[in-house]
């Protein structure tokens, strides 16, 4: 295993910025400028172009005698108004491009401060207790030696579907058809049915197995604010040991649950059962190979296996090859066990 020192430059990218190769050799010159410059935390500002009030901006300290390969950073400001941005603008603020470097220690020792662990399966058992906050409000807005090196190249934010839309190579993808005049309309479809779009203009409509938007591209921008209506609704769930699909969901007459999912297990992990006296739970194995311990013993699963898991036992399902298996669930309360957090097959004891 790859040991790492806690003076590493650990550098965290967004997955949503469009940038040209040179951005990428910029990195370098962000890790430098920490280490030179003996800060906690090193940002990368890009030049606005325009005022806007989708970007967060970083306001350098107003000096003449900032060092020449960055500059000290006095302030953030989230999101402001058009106005307040231009006047930013006027100040050299830059916009907030999301990239964050730091050493590990710095890090490891906030959470430590915190009361959190270090390690990260310790960390990651604790992973829904974390405070649900970004790291600019829990982190950068609390820590006083920051620098920020500035970049002036072409990048784009694909944070938005608007802003998405605008460099994907067509504007239909999967099964779906436009009438003539939805002009300026994007249609993404990942589901097994067509979608018919019939005289909407600007506009994008996505359709997955996680929900279906349909929005006016310049308001796309508002689906965060209520995405947490759908969390518990949200069909479809990955987990670092393999992903859920929940298929069918009801509650009979009598009071009791059902759920209907179709799991998928990595190759190398595996899924815990949980032990209780009132959820009945049958898996159908639809492919892969592995086996299922029970209270120690080993049995082997093979395709088209029908397995009843017992109450009140314990029970782990491993995959030596990647596993589907469809899992019902029937019972007064249904605990959702996709949440372990033991799924690299090294941890497992027999």
């Not at 040209?20 to 940002?43: R, V």
């Not at 300026?184 to 279906?212: F, Q």
Request: glycine residues 6%; charged residues 20%.
């Amino acid at each position: 295993m790859l040991e790492i020192g806690l003076h590493e430059v650990i550098i965290v990218l967004p997955i949503d910025l469009f940038v040209e190769n040179d951005f990428i050799t910029l990195l370098p010159t962000l890790e430098k400028s920490l280490i030179n410059s003996n800060a906690d935390i090193g940002l990368v500002g890009l030049k606005p172009n325009h005022p806007s009030d989708k970007y967060g901006y970083i306001l350098p300290v107003n000096t003449t005698e900032q060092p020449f390969e960055y500059q000290n950073v006095d302030s953030f400001i989230e999101k402001p108004t058009i106005e307040y941005a231009s006047e930013l603008i006027k100040q050299g603020a830059l916009w907030n491009s999301g990239i964050v470097a730091f050493k590990l220690d710095f890090i490891t020792s906030r959470l430590e401060n915190s009361g959190h662990p270090i390690g990260y399966n310790e960390l990651f058992s604790q992973y829904e207790s974390l405070n649900n906050t970004s790291f600019d409000y829990e982190i950068l807005e609390h820590t006083k030696k920051i620098i920020s090196i500035s970049y002036d190249g072409s990048w784009k934010y694909l944070g938005t579907w608007d802003s998405f839309t605008e460099e994907i190579y067509s504007s239909k993808i999967g099964l779906g058809s436009f009438t003539e005049d939805s002009i300026n309309t994007h249609l993404i479809n990942n589901l097994t049915i067509p979608v018919a779009v019939l005289g909407i203009s600007n506009a994008v409509i996505v359709a997955c197995d996680e929900g279906i938007l349909v929005a006016n591209k310049g308001s796309s921008n508002s689906l965060k604010e209520l995405l947490p209506q759908f969390i518990d609704l949200c069909n479809k769930r990955e987990y670092p040991w393999g992903e859920v699909r929940i298929i069918d969901r009801r509650q009979e007459v009598t009071g009791k649950q059902l759920i209907l999912k179709r799991v998928y297990i990595k190759s190398g992990c595996y899924k815990i059962a949980t032990m209780d006296n009132i959820t009945s739970k049958t898996w159908l194995i639809l492919s892969g190979s592995g086996y299922l311990q029970l209270e120690g013993q080993r049995n082997c699963l093979t395709i088209g296996q029908i397995i009843q898991i017992p109450l009140r036992q314990r029970k782990r399902l491993i995959a030596e090859v990647d596993i589907e298996l469809i899992e019902i669930k029937f019972g007064e309360v249904i605990w959702d066990d996709d949440l372990n957090p033991y799924h690299d097959l090294s941890e497992v004891s027999f």
